[in-house]
């Protein structure tokens, strides 16, 4: 009999492990919940993971089985475990996280001690890292050999009789939550990702910048799956079988829309591929540069930028989305992330963290990789990208209407005022907005001397 051990991949279908092991079966699955471990994970992501081990035990029950949830550390659970229940393996899919590549490590090592075989499989990504390059000068060498790459079907969920058959009393607690989550599980992925297929992913390419389509049709414009893939509850072979199936059924202009969804999987894949070579990525400079960047110690302005309060609209628009949902759409993300590596010159490991603080759909290797990408510390092939926010607001927000729901105070100012708002002298701020922030820093200035300090660590000046 297998054990098989649920990280982060909260689903039945398509689930690599797991129907690795019922095929083997009979299987017991395991939950291990451990409160040392979970306090790596940011407390929303927690509560919205937490609610993804309740929906998943839920989904075992009603197929007669259940989710055996026990408490401490996996290395001491899992052969306890075993031992009780006479298992002789235990399978998990692999995880490339640091904390969760040792934490695996002690696994094995407390597997080995106890006689019990361990088997992992590749199953947060389509293709396997181990089989590309180790090292891809940028994105489009890297999709060119990742595309090439088969990608398997889904894996169907295990039949009941592949599962033994026994109640478990123990659950985990669903701690409270200071934001809104989105429903946990993969019915409710599964729901979300259909009403976009049935709609959005039409018009994907068009839509994906569009920030005012953003606040009117947010789950249309974008897909907003990003919450349910960090947390493993739906599958990535499912999500590419579908649109594919979509991509395939249709021609010209939606055809067109219906590829870029599925390239924009790849920047995922690719990032995963990263973390895999370089497991310091969220810690340590991707791409080594002559010189040592110096970067400000600015405290106030961090706190600033985190507060959403730099006078910069989009991004203040951008900081309170994150506070008020635990979600950034991706443009301001980038125009954030820039901002503060940029026009503030602050370390990006400190919006790192801070993003991993407060994301639901916190991912470590897309937040490392982003960040380092934005950072111009990482695969972007552009040696000093500097986003400009307010080119940024004036091309993907004209009407401020993204800006004007998440920051009240512009809410009467005519939308070309918040458009140039950095621009505008002192005098016509106060009179518009009075309770709106000045700029943390001038635009131009703020824009030279992250040039000026990048140039330097490039050994251009
Ligand atoms: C600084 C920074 C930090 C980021 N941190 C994270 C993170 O922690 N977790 C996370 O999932 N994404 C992260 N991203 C990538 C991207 O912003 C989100 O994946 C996207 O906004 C999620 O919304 P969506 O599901 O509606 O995306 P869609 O536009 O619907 O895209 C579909 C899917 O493609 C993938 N994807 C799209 N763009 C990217 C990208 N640039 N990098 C990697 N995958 C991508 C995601 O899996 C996403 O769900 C980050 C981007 C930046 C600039």
């Known amino acids: 009999m297998h054990l098989f051990w649920h990280q982060r991949d909260l689903r039945l279908r398509d689930n690599r492990g797991l129907h690795a092991a019922a095929s083997d079966g009979p299987v017991v699955p395991v939950f291990v919940y451990d409160t040392d471990f979970l306090e790596h994970v940011g407390p929303r992501q927690r509560a919205f993971f937490l609610r993804g081990v309740r929906s998943l035990q839920r989904s075992y029950r009603e197929g007669g089985s259940d989710l055996l949830v026990r408490t401490g550390a996996a290395s001491e659970v899992l052969p306890e475990v075993a031992d009780e229940l006479d298992a002789d393996t235990v399978v998990y899919n692999e995880h490339y996280r640091p904390a969760r590549r040792a934490r695996q490590q002690r696994v094995e090592t407390a597997c080995d001690r106890a006689g019990l075989d361990t088997i992992t499989e590749t199953d947060l990504v389509l293709v396997d890292p181990g089989r590309l390059d180790d090292r891809y000068p940028n994105h489009s060498q890297f999709h060119n050999d990742w595309q090439a790459v088969p990608k398997s079907a ?20 669903v701690p409270d939550c200071d934001i809104d989550l989105p429903d946990a599980g993969y019915r409710a992925a599964r729901e979300r990702y259909d009403a976009f297929l049935d709609e959005g992913i039409y018009s994907y390419n068009d839509t994906r910048d569009d920030l005012p389509a953003a606040v009117e049709r947010p789950t249309r414009a974008v897909s907003r799956m990003s919450p349910y893939v960090a947390a493993g509850m739906i599958g990535l072979r499912e999500l590419w079988r579908d649109a594919t199936a979509v991509h395939d059924a249709v021609d010209g202009h939606e055809r067109r829309n219906v590829r870029k969804y599925r390239y924009e999987l790849s920047w995922r894949e690719q990032n995963y591929h990263l973390l895999y070579y370089n497991p310091d990525l969220p810690t340590e400079n991707y791409k080594s540069l002559p010189n040592a960047i110096e970067w400000r110690d600015a405290p106030e302005d961090f706190e600033t930028w985190k507060r959403g309060e730099t006078g910069y609209p989009l991004v203040d628009a951008g900081m309170r989305q994150l506070r008020e949902e635990g979600y950034v759409h991706n443009r301001p993300r980038q125009v954030v992330a820039s901002f503060l590596t940029k026009h503030l010159l602050v370390d990006w490991r400190k919006g790192r963290r801070h993003f991993a603080a407060q994301l639901v759909d916190h991912d470590p290797a897309s937040n490392a990789g982003n960040w380092q990408w934005i950072a111009s510390t990482g695969t972007d092939s552009v040696d ?10 004036s091309k993907y927000d004209d009407g401020a209407r993204f800006v004007k729901a998440y920051v009240p105070e512009l809410a009467d100012v005519p939308a070309d005022k918040v458009v140039d708002w950095p621009t505008l002298s002192a005098e016509e701020r106060d009179r518009l907005a009075p309770a709106y922030p000045d700029p943390v820093v001038d635009r131009n200035e703020g824009y030279e001397r992250a040039q000026r300090v990048f140039e330097q660590a490039l050994g251009k000046r």
């Open 384 to 393: 000093v990208r500097i986003f400009d926010p307010v080119s940024q607001l």
């Open 154 to 173: 889904p894996y169907p969920a295990p039949e009941g009789s592949e599962l033994l058959t026994f109640d478990s009393s123990e659950t985990v607690p």
